[in-house]
């Protein structure tokens, strides 16, 4: 029988990422299409005796159900945190964990913004958070990134102009997918225009503590006194993505209503890898083991950022990353930039296009995403050389 | 500052269950609320074997990204085993795995139904269905459940009236929050008059596995044979409901949908859980683990409803479970069954008020909810004790 979908979702499209993922199953291929972090990055044997130890003394409580906020020490732990590294928190402030930041950011759409309302973002920018919005029925309104950011002036223009605008998007640290990084003076200008058209900032941060080079800027959350913050983290990138632990700091009213969501999408997070997390944060040296991941990214970034200086900056343009996965690569001049992902593709590279990140599909794209961390270092050696070969193929 | 939630999601309440489970801080209160597995359920040493041998072997897989869909080996096990059991699964089919069942209604109502579309329930029903249909802005249409279950007839004059119906949402078995099993020739009738109205059926069969005494009915899925049935199914109630594993079998057409907005909800359920389930479906004697269970719900309920014999059947009404969680009660002619509930949390017995599961809230009930699963069998004692104290006070 033919099936008649949902107004809201009937237009989606699986995200060409993980499709790109699934197709990677021949091991000749070389990925840096992927935004995963470095196996090396997992604190195994430590998860492992973590596990044991709570299914020992606490198996009862690990594998019933939990309360849909989530583990209430792994809260204050995750409060406690960001209140040290970032500044955050204020005293109307509660924290949530969620299956992942994807599921923070799913929510938060799903609370705040109604059918046609309006998500103005960064473009490119996620493909995750896109899709999340296109699934609510929203629309999703690029403000382009230019050099480093985004312009406040176009930024305001475009709010100006967008009636429905509800909700302001924005990944100001190691940005996917272009690795850029928001200055401060932008980010207490998008507070400002927040402020002034009572948009709330839904500000995702899962890269912020992998800062290997330059000084850290502080979150939008951080410079928030009233609330409009809605704020994003993850324990995917420092300790483990496939366990599915983030998290959402906001006001307590808005987290209230998060909660009420949640409740009827998964009732609440994986317990045991919750517990999991809460020892990670109280029995274990969670700094020290996020430098390690630090100067391996730096490692890898270095390794890849050199291999593209050789190309030639007439031929190949990149970001060089202060930290988190991505780099951001364009060929100036060079018009199907489609075209040549898929070549590369052809040649046993995947690389991300830089169209899947459009906030308006239709539009071209200049450029495509490489990721570091995920790829060894012989397939960043072999694969940079077949970028170079087909750049020189294409260019003559 | 003040905030203006969704249209959806703006009339929400957290679930009156969830709220009570909250407040069970005192351990002085007994409760018969919860929807929760007996502890006793838990195969921990096990459990904690299969997450060792996974993290000796395959730590960086399981704690890496994984596929949308699920892990490929456990979508494979949950099609062989439903296929055994309950004769489920044709060549049309596909297997998602979820963030528990919970997961699987909420996305199924997403992809099928666009905001005003109407949900036709058995009313009362499961809570987290019904606030899963609203916060999507859908309007949930009771049936009433008579006797053992829903008239056919009275179900087709609601659906024939009911211009925007899109979904049929059912727990044939051991229903929630009523106990009661559906008879087969109503199942049929179900699936005629979906046929007959294009409507989709969710069929919710978390408990299915636990019955204790009677036969098994045939699912509605095993009677479909066009791809009119999504099956939604859980290991909460046969391994563990704090990992939040469930699944989705239904056509391949409705499960790709499902997987484009499970992406954008939280990616992909814990795969190390996710895993620990294969190796449950593999390697262990699951259908023996499962008859234990068995075994400790008929005793529990059978302590249970000894007692309410008792109280004597002019004073108390009540559902005999033959599998399940649940017994669902009522005062023969007495009008005030939400004061009643009151007066029993006062003597420190939680009971759910009917209420709470009612299509429309505004409506009045005239039952409870009881759960003998999870108390103690001192507390079943103690609580039925409770409950007929106060059933002998308010009737004098």
């Known amino acids: 029988m033919d099936f008649s979908f949902s107004d809201n979702t009937k237009p989606l499209r699986p995200s060409a990422i993980r499709e790109i ?6 091991p000749s291929v070389i990925s840096f299409a992927a935004g995963n972090p470095s196996p090396q990055s997992f604190p195994v044997g430590q998860f492992k005796t973590f596990v044991d130890e709570i299914l020992d003394k606490d198996a009862s409580a690990a594998l019933q159900y939990g309360i849909t906020e989530g583990y209430t020490p792994l809260r204050a732990d995750v409060l406690e945190r960001n209140k040290r590294i970032f500044g955050i ?14 599921q923070g950011i799913d929510l938060t759409a799903k609370v705040l913004c109604s059918k046609g309302d309006a998500v103005i973002c960064e473009d490119p920018t996620f493909i995750g958070a896109l899709n999340a919005f296109r699934a609510h029925g929203l629309d999703t309104i690029g403000v382009p990134m230019r050099g480093g950011s985004i312009d406040p002036d176009e930024l305001e223009a475009i709010v100006k102009k967008t009636k429905n605008a509800k909700l302001l998007y924005l990944i100001p640290t190691f940005q996917n997918p272009t690795g850029r990084t928001m200055p401060l003076e932008v980010r207490k200008e998008c507070l400002r225009i927040a402020q002034k058209y009572d948009l709330i900032i839904l500000e995702d941060n899962p890269y912020g503590e992998l800062r290997f080079s330059g000084e850290d800027i502080p979150t939008i959350k951080s410079m928030d006194k009233e609330g409009r913050v809605v704020y994003c983290g993850s324990f995917s990138k420092i300790l483990s993505s496939g366990m599915r632990v983030g998290y959402v700091i906001c006001h307590g009213d808005i987290a209230s209503k998060i909660a009420v969501c949640k409740q009827v999408n998964d009732v609440h997070t994986n317990l045991l890898c919750q517990m999991v997390c809460h020892k990670f944060m109280t029995e274990f040296d969670l700094d020290g083991h996020i430098k390690s991941i630090r100067e391996l ?9 050199g291999r593209l200086d050789e190309i030639g900056s007439d031929r190949i343009e990149y ?8 780099i951001w690569a364009s060929l100036p001049g060079y ?7 898929k ?7 995947c690389v991300v296009p830089g169209r899947t990140f459009n906030c308006d599909e239709n539009e071209p794209s200049y450029g495509f995403r490489l990721n570091y961390s995920t790829p060894t270092d012989e397939q960043i050696i072999k694969g940079t050389e077949i970028l170079k070969n087909t750049i020189n193929e294409i260019r003559g």
């Open 319 to 326: 970001t060089k990353p202060d930290g988190g996965l991505f």
């Open 89 to 102: 928190g204020e005293e109307y402030d509660a924290a949530i964990i969620t299956s992942g930041g994807q």
């Open 343 to 349: 070549l590369l593709a052809e040649r046993k590279l």
């Open 21 to 26: 993922f699934k197709s990677l199953v021949d």
């Open 297 to 305: 990214y730096k490692k890898k970034s270095k390794l890849m950022t």
């Open 335 to 341: 018009k199907d930039h489609d075209g040549f992902v």
